[in-house]
């Protein structure tokens, strides 16, 4: 008896514990004889070391960047919402981006069957446009080359597209300079991201390096 109380003393002191001590040490709800005998333990000799709790990226903030390889199953999302024009359409134009860390492609949801950017990756948050296209297999990205920038902002939390001109429009709506802003982070189980796998797969990012290599192949040739 004296052993159970001086265990339930010392369990019940924060003063001799050096990290978080469990109560409920094999989690069934109760707490029994070995539980304190493993208190007195851990307030004589020391708490075991716990594992950390993972960092949960700040609000607002993407928690990975262009140079990272996002194409895995259970690797996140960033979603942006924005406009496309400041004087024509609505702020609702909805956007994630893939990146193979090398290549990455803008999806712009909703509007027809998929409209997408490709572009090459130089840095963290800076892309070059490439092209863009309506199929998802990236078959028209040759013959729709656009100039310009993609680039990642305010840790992540801002997703500009500046094509130089107008490749196209939406919904009437000359597309001329897209600014979203971060309104959530998917990271989703291995089902999930494979469908959503279907939108931006690797053979499309594939197409968009063959194009990439294609432009500097017909630039080196215009400056022979």
Not at 40 to 69: H, M, R, W
Not at 138 to 156: E, I, K, R
Request: net charge negative.
């Amino acid at each position: 008896m004296p052993l159970l109380i001086l265990a339930a003393v010392l369990w019940l002191t924060p003063a001799l514990a050096v990290g978080q001590c469990c109560g409920d040490c094999g989690g069934d709800g109760e707490v029994s004889i070995s539980d304190l005998i493993t208190a007195v333990n851990n307030a004589l000799n020391g708490c075991p070391a716990t594992s950390p709790t993972p960092t949960q990226p700040p609000k607002g903030e993407c928690p990975i960047d262009f140079q990272d390889n996002n194409l895995l199953p259970g690797t996140p999302d960033c979603y942006y919402r924005g406009r496309w024009n400041q004087n024509c359409g609505d702020a609702k134009l909805i956007t994630f981006w893939r990146s193979d860390s090398e290549f990455l492609i803008v999806n712009v949801l909703g509007v027809g069957d998929g409209l997408f950017f490709g572009a090459e990756v130089t840095g963290a948050g800076t892309a070059g446009l490439i092209c863009w296209y309506t199929q998802e297999d990236a078959s028209d990205c040759d013959q729709n080359p656009v100039a310009g920038a993609v680039t990642l902002a305010a840790g992540g939390g801002m997703l500009t597209i500046v094509p130089q001109g107008s490749p196209f429009t939406i919904d009437d709506c000359a597309f001329v300079h897209y600014s979203g802003t971060l309104f959530t982070v998917d990271t989703p189980d291995a089902a999930s991201a494979a469908r959503s796998a279907m939108r931006v797969s690797p053979a499309a990012l594939q197409r968009v390096r063959k194009a990439a290599a294609t432009r500097r192949g017909q630039a080196d040739f215009r400056r022979r």
